[in-house]
């Protein structure tokens, strides 16, 4: 099993739609969350972090934890072209910083 | 703030061979991260530096290491190279002094191509 599942996508959306991109994880005791975006062939770059259980809003984002159920999301509102790119889901389990990443979801928003 | 930098950004190599990759971190960061990332697996945990003491380290063979220097500056060696090793190389930092769960900034990366 691996550490952190994303669903590979593509998941494409309209223009102006919200886009809801989902991650597991399968240690129960991870402790910190991250979302980082990719653009191809580009390195990633950090969107949010969530540490707690509930919802972080930051602009158009906000990333969902459920630790109980070891999920964590991210909502884009207000999709964008620009916003087409892949998704990565990172978990650290405490352990300094050593970091675990998802396979990612490519994200395609249509106009 | 300068961000992270690596060097150099393209390499190719033919098997056997060994490579060195540089990264320094943002100024003031003390923790240096390497990764390395290829289609098949995703974005996989080389290994983690801080104070030129390696602190983490992921599941790759003893070809795959690195070093940290007093002023922070990284870099990783791959020896004998295999067809297997071409990916992308990240390099991150962040500040260090927490205990777990910093926010890492990439590097642009390092891509080799081994022949």
């Known amino acids: 099993q691996k550490e952190v599942e994303q669903n590979s996508g593509p998941l494409s959306v309209p223009e102006g739609a919200i886009a809801s991109l989902n991650c597991t994880y399968s240690d129960r005791g991870s402790q910190s969350f991250f979302w980082y975006r990719q653009y191809s062939g580009k390195s990633p770059e950090l969107i949010m972090s969530i540490y707690s259980n509930g919802d972080k809003e930051d602009g158009r984002f906000t990333a969902q934890l459920n630790k109980a159920s070891q999920y964590v999301s991210l909502l884009i509102r207000d999709s964008q072209p620009s916003d087409s790119a892949t998704y990565l889901c990172a978990v650290n389990k405490d352990n300094f910083n050593k970091f675990y990443f998802g396979s990612g979801t490519k994200l395609n928003v249509k106009p | 703030k300068a961000g992270v930098t690596q060097t150099p950004r393209y390499l190719i190599k033919t098997r056997g061979q060994q490579v060195t990759l540089s990264c320094s971190p943002i100024s003031g960061h003390r923790s240096v991260s390497w990764y390395q990332q290829t289609p098949g697996q995703g974005l996989q945990f080389l290994f983690e530096?801080?104070?030129?003491?390696?602190?983490n380290k992921g599941n790759f063979p003893g070809r795959f290491s690195g070093r940290q220097f007093s002023n922070s500056r990284s870099e990783m060696n791959v020896s004998t190279l295999e067809l297997g090793d071409s990916a992308l190389y990240l390099c991150a930092s962040s500040p260090g002094w927490g205990a777990s769960g910093e926010t890492q900034y990439f590097g642009p990366g390092t891509r080799l191509l081994v022949l």
């Open positions: 530096y801080f104070s030129e003491t390696q602190r």
